[in-house]
């Protein structure tokens, strides 16, 4: 009897390990918060507002929630009068830096490539839309 097929040697599957890595990221501004904290070391919450841009308060509350579920940011709290709280990556957190960069030059070299790519595809189903074929 022939042994079924197991996963492929990458490791790509619905349920595996590497999907993971790309959910943990896939929200607008997880990888925007990863990323300013790798390079700016741990901040406060307003901090984080001041230098990120374009991010409310709440919004940078519940993606710092998401992060420290995720296990990539850690929150100090301070006993001090008035309370402060810092975050800061983990070892997980800054684990992912590396790849992050790698992605970004990704985004540099190929930006272009997919946009144009992009716009084909909506020019072609306009088209579509139109002819009905």
């Known amino acids: 009897m022939e042994k079924p097929p197991g996963p492929p040697e990458s490791g ?3 349920d ?3 999907r993971l890595a790309f959910e943990v990221l896939t ?8 990323y300013t904290l790798g390079e700016a070391g741990p901040m406060r919450p307003r901090a984080l507002v001041t230098r990120i841009g374009g991010i409310s308060p709440k919004v940078l509350n519940e993606t710092l929630r998401r992060l420290e579920y995720n296990g ?5 709290a301070y006993a001090e009068a008035p309370p402060r709280v810092d975050y800061a990556l983990t070892e ?11 992605m970004g030059e990704w ?4 930006a272009g490539d997919v946009l144009a790519a992009q716009d084909r595809f909506s020019e072609r189903s306009r088209d579509h839309l ?3 074929t």
């Open 92 to 102: 997980a957190g800054k684990a992912l830096l590396g790849p992050m960069r790698a």
């Open 107 to 110: 985004a540099v070299r190929h």
């Open 12 to 14: 790509y599957t619905a």
């Open 130 to 132: 139109r002819t009905g």
């Open 16 to 18: 595996c390990q590497a």
């Open 27 to 34: 929200n607008r501004w997880d990888g925007v918060v990863v």
């Open 72 to 76: 990539l940011v850690f929150r100090q």
